[in-house]
C-alpha cells in the first residue's frame, strides 16, 4: 500500500513539471496577450512607450524561457502562483473563490452518475439473463449509447429550452448558483444545483451503465460461475454472492477517472448554465489571455487527475486481496533485491 503511493508521489513530480512546461508553451503561443485583450482598439490611440511599459509591469517582454523559469521558481520556491492580469488579485484567492461551486456541481454530478449508472448497468443485465424482450434490451441499450455520444453542452441547451416553455418547471432554477438578491441557503442552491448536475452525469452514467454491463457479462462467463451453478446455486444466487462484486471492483477505477473527466466536462456546462465555478473561470480567463489563472487551472486539474487516479488505486488494492499480495511480493522482492 504504501510502496503504491511512494511511486505514485515519485512519478506525480515530473509529470507535473512536463504538464507545465507544455501548458506554458501552448498558452503563450495564443494570438494576443493580456494587454491587448485589455486595451482593445484603445490601443491605437495609446503610445506605443505606454503599451510597452504595461508589458514590462506584467513581464511579458521578458523572452520566454525566462518567464517560464520565473514562474515556476516562483511556485517551487514560495507557493505562488502569481497574480490576475484581470484586477491583480492573487491567483489561488481567484480560484479559491470559484472552487465550492464547482465542488458542489462535481461531487453532486458524481453521486448522481454512479447511482444511476449502477442501476442501468443492473437492468440491462437483468433484460439479458431474464431473457426479456429483446426490443426492450435494444431500446435501453440504445438508450446509454445515445446519452454516452451526446455532448453534455448539447443536452444541457436541449433542457434549458424545454423547462424554459414549459409552465410546470417555474419552480425549479434554470441559471446561476442562486437567485440574485435572495441570501445563499442549502434549498435555493439544490434549486439551481440539480440541472446542471444531471446534465453534467449524463454521460458518465451511461458509461457506467456500459461499464457494468460488459463486466458482468465477463464473469458470468468464467468458469467459477459454472461451478457455482452445477452445485445448485440459482442464477440470482450465483450473481449476487459472487458476480456482482467482481464485476463493480473495476467500477472503483473507474471512480478515479471519473472527477477529471466531470471537472473538463463542467467547462461547458458551467458556462452554459452561468455556474460561477472553475470551468467558467477557465472560459473567462482563456478570451481575457489571463495566462497566470489559465495555468493554475491547468497545474490544479493535473494534481486532480493524479490524487483521484492515486485513490482509486488504494480503494481497489484495500477491496481486492489479489492486488494486495501482488503489492506485497512486489514490495518483498525489491526489499531482497536492495539486500543482495
Request: glycine share 8%; hydrophobic share 50%.
Amino acid at each position: 500500500m504504501f510502496g503504491i503511493i511512494y511511486k505514485r508521489c515519485l512519478a506525480a513530480i515530473p509529470l507535473l513539471a512536463v504538464l507545465s512546461l507544455v501548458a506554458f508553451s501552448i498558452i503563450k503561443s495564443l494570438p494576443g496577450d493580456p494587454v491587448d485583450v485589455m486595451l482593445g482598439t484603445a490601443q491605437r490611440d495609446i503610445p506605443p512607450a505606454v503599451v510597452l511599459e504595461m508589458k514590462k509591469e506584467l513581464g511579458l517582454d521578458q523572452p520566454l524561457p525566462k518567464q517560464y523559469l520565473g514562474w515556476l521558481a516562483r511556485i517551487v520556491t514560495k507557493g505562488d502562483f502569481g497574480r490576475s492580469y484581470k484586477d491583480g488579485r492573487p491567483v489561488m484567492q481567484v480560484i479559491g473563490e470559484r472552487l465550492p461551486a464547482t465542488a458542489v456541481l462535481v461531487i453532486s454530478s458524481l453521486i448522481i452518475s454512479f447511482s444511476v449508472g449502477i442501476v442501468w448497468g443492473i437492468l440491462l443485465i437483468w433484460l439479458r439473463t431474464a431473457r426479456a424482450s429483446a426490443l426492450a434490451e435494444n431500446c435501453v441499450f440504445a438508450l446509454a449509447v445515445i446519452f454516452y455520444s451526446a455532448p453534455n453542452f448539447w443536452i444541457g441547451m436541449l433542457l434549458i429550452a424545454v423547462l424554459a416553455s414549459a409552465p410546470q418547471f417555474d419552480q425549479l432554477s434554470l441559471l446561476g448558483l442562486h437567485d440574485p438578491g435572495v441570501p445563499q441557503s442549502l434549498p435555493d442552491i439544490g434549486r439551481h444545483v440539480i440541472l446542471p448536475a444531471i446534465v453534467l452525469s449524463t454521460r458518465r452514467a451511461a458509461k457506467v451503465a456500459l461499464f457494468v454491463r460488459a463486466s458482468t457479462l465477463d464473469e458470468l462467463s468464467k468458469e467459477y460461475v459454472l461451478t457455482a451453478r452445477s452445485k445448485g446455486l440459482s442464477k440470482v444466487a450465483v450473481i449476487v454472492r459472487h458476480v456482482a462484486r467482481n464485476s463493480l471492483l473495476p467500477v472503483v477505477s473507474l471512480v478515479g477517472l471519473s472527477l477529471p473527466a466531470l471537472l473538463g466536462g463542467s467547462v461547458l456546462v458551467e458556462t452554459v448554465f452561468a455556474w460561477p465555478g472553475m470551468g467558467r473561470l477557465a472560459v473567462e480567463s482563456t478570451f481575457a489571455r489571463n495566462y497566470t489563472i489559465m495555468l493554475a487551472l491547468i497545474l490544479l486539474y493535473g494534481f486532480l487527475v493524479i490524487v483521484s487516479n492515486l485513490v482509486a488505486d488504494i480503494i481497489q488494492t484495500m477491496l481486492d486481496p489479489r492486488l494486495q499480495d501482488d503489492g506485497d511480493s512486489s514490495t518483498k522482492s525489491s526489499l531482497s533485491t536492495g539486500t543482495a
